[in-house]
């Protein structure tokens, strides 16, 4: 080899370096670039969807498990404490079960939830083996005799117990719903409640939207109706012109430097000064998540689930299931779902004893509140604390949080209707799930049985020490 040929190489050499360089780079620090080929594996279903936005995980480039551990606890910290959570930190922090630790570090959200591991990742993003329990519970047994001969890999796959959230499931509340009927005499949601408590709400901005009727005379942006004669209709006879929310209470927009102009595209921040929950929930679940870390809207096509062909490239906001100035709740709870989820569980909605249910309530034929939409399981009205001093029913658009483990859907929508036994029975029957819970349930939850052996152990006990006080002297 020639002295020019090896020159050549090496110039060849650095300038294939440089080129590559500057792409990681640009791949790194530009927003649209595409990062993923720096992951050494794909994110958890749970996560698919921040691909764009590795630093909400990796804020610091240079921290270790630390880093990774406060992002997560940024995120979900808030249902991680007693009584959403069995496990909260707090347990691990007595010394009486810091050896507990030595096997599984249940400090680390990470020991358990790791990322870009795909061949270990199962449900809920669980990257344990399904048996991990046995770690701290070997003695069960001893302290409970009807958990003899269990094994380990059924303590949470049978309906009986979640590591978090077991809110449905302990002891004493599965006593204290034994012997229910399937359906309950009295089937009804509980009752929207934002007009009566909209006094309480802080930043409601009532000086310059005061709660009146408005009418057509009143519209604050005639100018702008010339787009389309829809608008004036839709707005006159819904909602928001009945409690004086006027055009630019949505379309006014402030640009940072303090004036105010006009946006023809008002986004979710513009609902946020009247429904910060709503908002604040919105973006904590599959459907705004990416609103959240300011990234594009999440889109059908983007979807691990199915979606329909025709919603393929629609924006996922709150017109998405609204619709632009009619904020109809009615179409939003089924009619919008279904203009994009296209799984057998959503297909077969409209064959099921819900949907008719559904049906009667909205022809008028029902009372309010007996329909079972879609939103009546995934976006329950549930009690919730919008501020330290205050709660109120809400309705839920995080339409993840009580999705998995499904028992977490029990207080928050079918116990409102259904006894106990029935909903367990109904929920873990993979069955049921795809035919969106038509027909009785077949499977027998051993739950329910146990709590009741436990609970007529429990009576035979208090008989026994009542007899002992007759007799015991
Ligand atoms: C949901 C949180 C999350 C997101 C989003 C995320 N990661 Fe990670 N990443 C993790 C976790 C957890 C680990 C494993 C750390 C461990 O177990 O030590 C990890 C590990 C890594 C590692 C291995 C190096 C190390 O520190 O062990 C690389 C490289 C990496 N991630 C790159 C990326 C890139 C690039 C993106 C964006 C495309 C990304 N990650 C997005 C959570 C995340
Ligand atoms: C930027 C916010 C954010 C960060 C950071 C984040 N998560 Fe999440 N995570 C979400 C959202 C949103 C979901 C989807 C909705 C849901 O399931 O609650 C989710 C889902 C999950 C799930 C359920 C997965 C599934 O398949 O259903 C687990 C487990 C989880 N996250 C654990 C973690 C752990 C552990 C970390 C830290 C390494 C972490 N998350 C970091 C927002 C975040
Ligand atoms: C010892 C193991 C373990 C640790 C540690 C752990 N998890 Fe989990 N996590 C699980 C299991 C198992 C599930 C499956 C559902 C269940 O059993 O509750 C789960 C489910 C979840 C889910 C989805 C379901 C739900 O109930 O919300 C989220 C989100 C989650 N974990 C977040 C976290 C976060 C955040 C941390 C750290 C603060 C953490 N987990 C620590 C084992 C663990
Ligand atoms: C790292 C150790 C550890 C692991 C792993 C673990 N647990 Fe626990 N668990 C504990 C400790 C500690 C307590 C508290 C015991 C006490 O207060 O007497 C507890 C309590 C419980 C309780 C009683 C709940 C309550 O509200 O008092 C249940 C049920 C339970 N665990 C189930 C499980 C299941 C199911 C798994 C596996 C999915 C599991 N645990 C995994 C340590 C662990
Ligand atoms: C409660 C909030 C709200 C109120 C009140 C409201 N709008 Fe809108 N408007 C929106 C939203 C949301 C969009 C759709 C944004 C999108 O699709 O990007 C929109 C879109 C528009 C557009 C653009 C339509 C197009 O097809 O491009 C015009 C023009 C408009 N509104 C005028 C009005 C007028 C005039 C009024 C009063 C009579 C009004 N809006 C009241 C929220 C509101
Ligand atoms: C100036 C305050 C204000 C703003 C801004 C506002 N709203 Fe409202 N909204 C209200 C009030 C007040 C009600 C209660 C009306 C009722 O229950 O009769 C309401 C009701 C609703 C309802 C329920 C309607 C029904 O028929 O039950 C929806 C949906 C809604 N708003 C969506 C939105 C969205 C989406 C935005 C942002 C594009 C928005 N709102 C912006 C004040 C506002
Ligand atoms: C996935 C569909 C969907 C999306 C997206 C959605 N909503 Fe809703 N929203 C509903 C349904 C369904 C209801 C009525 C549920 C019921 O009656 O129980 C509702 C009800 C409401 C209500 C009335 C609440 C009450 O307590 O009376 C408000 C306000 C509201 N939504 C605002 C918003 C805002 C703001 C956004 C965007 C951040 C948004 N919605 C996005 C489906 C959606
Ligand atoms: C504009 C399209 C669109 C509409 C309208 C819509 N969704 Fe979704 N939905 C999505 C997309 C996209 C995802 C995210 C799927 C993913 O990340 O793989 C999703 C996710 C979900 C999930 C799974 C959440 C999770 O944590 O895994 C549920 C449940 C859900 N939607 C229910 C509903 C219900 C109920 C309605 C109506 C009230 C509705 N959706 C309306 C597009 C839509
Ligand atoms: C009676 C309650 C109920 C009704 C009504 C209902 N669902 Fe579900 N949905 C569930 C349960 C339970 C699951 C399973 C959760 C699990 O076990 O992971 C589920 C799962 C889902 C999922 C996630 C599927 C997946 O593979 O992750 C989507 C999306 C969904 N439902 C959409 C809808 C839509 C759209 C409608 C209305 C057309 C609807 N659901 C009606 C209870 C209900
Ligand atoms: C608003 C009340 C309401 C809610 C909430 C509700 N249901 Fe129902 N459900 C009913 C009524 C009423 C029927 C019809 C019962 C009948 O025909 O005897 C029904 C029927 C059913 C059926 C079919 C029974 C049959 O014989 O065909 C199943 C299964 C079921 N519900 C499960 C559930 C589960 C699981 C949940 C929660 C995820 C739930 N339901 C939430 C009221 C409700």
Known sequence: MNVSETALKWILWIVLTTIIVIWLGYSMLSESADKTIFMPGPLSPGHHQLADACGACHADAFGGGEVLQQSCVDCHGEDRVKPFDSHPAKKFKDPRNVELLENIDALMC???????????????????????????????????????????????DSGCHNFHNNRALYTDFLIKHLDEPPTLKQVVLPAKEYLDVIDEVVEYPREK?????????????????????????????????KSGVNCTACHITEDGSGSEKWTDHPEHQACSSCHSVEVSRFTEGKHGMRLKQGLSPMTPENAMLPMKEAAQHEDLTCSSCHGAHRFDVVSAAVESCLGCHDDDHSLAYEQSPHYQLWQKEISGEAEAGTGVSCASCHMPRISYDVSEWSSRIIVDHNQSAN??????????????????????????????????FTGKPVINSETMDLADSENQRRLKAAAEDEDAGMFGF
């Not at 020991?111 to 070997?138: L, M």
């Not at 009143?218 to 928001?240: G, M, N, Q, Y």
Request: aromatic fraction near 4%; hydrophobic fraction near 30%.
């Open 403 to 436: 999705l998995s483990p499904n028992s977490k859907m029990i207080r928050s929508s079918c116990l409102h209707c259904h006894g106990l036994e029935f909903t367990l029975e109904a929920l873990i029957d993979v069955n049921m799930i795809n035919n969106n």
């Open 110 to 156: 990470t020991s358990c939830h790791t990322e870009h591991r795909p061949e270990i990742t199962a449900k809920d993003g669980v990257t344990q083996p399904i048996d991990f329990c046995v770690h701290c519970h070997q003695d069960v047994a001893e302290e409970r005799p009807s958990h003899e001969g269990m094994a380990f890999d059924t303590c949470k």
């Open 209 to 241: 939207y005061p709660l009146t009727q408005l009418e057509e005379k009143d519209i604050d942006a005639v100018e702008r109706l010339t787009v389309s004669p829809e608008i004036k209709k839709d707005w006159l006879e819904t909602s928001h012109a």
